[in-house]
T-cell receptor
Framework: GDSVTQMEGPVTLSEEAFLTINCTYTATGYPSLFWYVQYPGEGLQLLLKATKADDKGSNKGFEATYRKETTSFHLEKGSVQVSDSAVYFCALVHQGAQKLVFGQGTRLTINP | GAVVSQHPSRVICKSGTSVKIECRSLDFQATTMFWYRQFPKQSLMLMAT?????????EQGVEKDKFLINHASLTLSTLTVTSAHPEDSSFYIC???????????FGPGTRLLVL
């Protein structure tokens, strides 16, 4: 079945550091890929998405590129801020479907 | 973007009582909504798919009689935790796909504590 694997956390960085959170997936066909973010005590918010190979999703300084050849969708940000501290979830959904498959989540803490 | 609300945001109840959690899509209609459970420091576990006008579809291992789901209208789904026990304490989150598309919008979650 479909699955999503994220790098294990927690990840702790200093402010202005470069961030990478790895995400790889296993799925048939060509799923759409997402990154969701969950701030403390809140629900999930869509951060960015990509719907086909080589697409790059971007938002709030975060980027992720849909790499079909490596089945990956790594999340990157050039300079993180304290306010980026949250749990990040990678997810996929098949075209035409609605049920999301989530990775296990990566907790990110940014220290000033 | 689209907004999904949940009510209540927090609830504390005694063991053996039932608790109802509401999930509403505020500015769009949702024929399908999803209910998740999230344990501390863990990922979301899909519990069930709520379908407007028909029975909910439960994931394997989720007790249908324990977690009652009713999709009363195109903007409202409710999850009732029946005869709650301390092990049911968790963070419950709902989501709804916007206009049947892939992108889902999540509610802010409901934290349930059963004493």
């Amino acid at each position: 079945g479909d699955s999503v694997t994220q790098m294990e956390g927690p990840v702790t960085l200093s402010e202005e550091a470069f961030l990478t959170i790895n995400c790889t997936y296993t799925a048939t066909g060509y799923p759409s890929l997402f990154w969701y973010v969950q701030y403390p005590g809140e629900g999930l918010q869509l951060l960015l998405k990509a719907t086909k190979a080589d697409d790059k999703g971007s938002n709030k300084g975060f980027e992720a590129t849909y790499r079909k050849e490596t089945t990956s969708f790594h999340l990157e940000k050039g300079s993180v801020q304290v306010s980026d501290s949250a749990v990040y979830f990678c997810a996929l959904v098949h075209q035409g479907a609605q049920k999301l498959v989530f990775g296990q989540g990566t907790r990110l803490t940014i220290n000033p | 973007g689209a907004v999904v609300s949940q009510h209540p945001s927090r609830v504390i109840c005694k063991s053996g009582t039932s608790v109802k959690i509401e999930c509403r899509s505020l500015d769009f209609q949702a024929t399908t909504m999803f209910w998740y459970r999230q344990f501390p420091k863990q990922s979301l576990m899909l519990m069930a798919t709520s379908n407007e006008g028909s029975k909910a579809t439960y994931e394997q291992g989720v007790e249908k009689d324990k977690f009652l789901i009713n999709h009363a209208s195109l903007t409202l789904s409710t999850l009732t935790v029946t005869s709650a026990h301390p092990e049911d304490s968790s963070f419950y989150i709902c989501s709804a796909p916007y206009s049947g598309k892939e992108t889902q919008y999540f509610g802010p979650g409901t934290r349930l504590l059963v004493l």
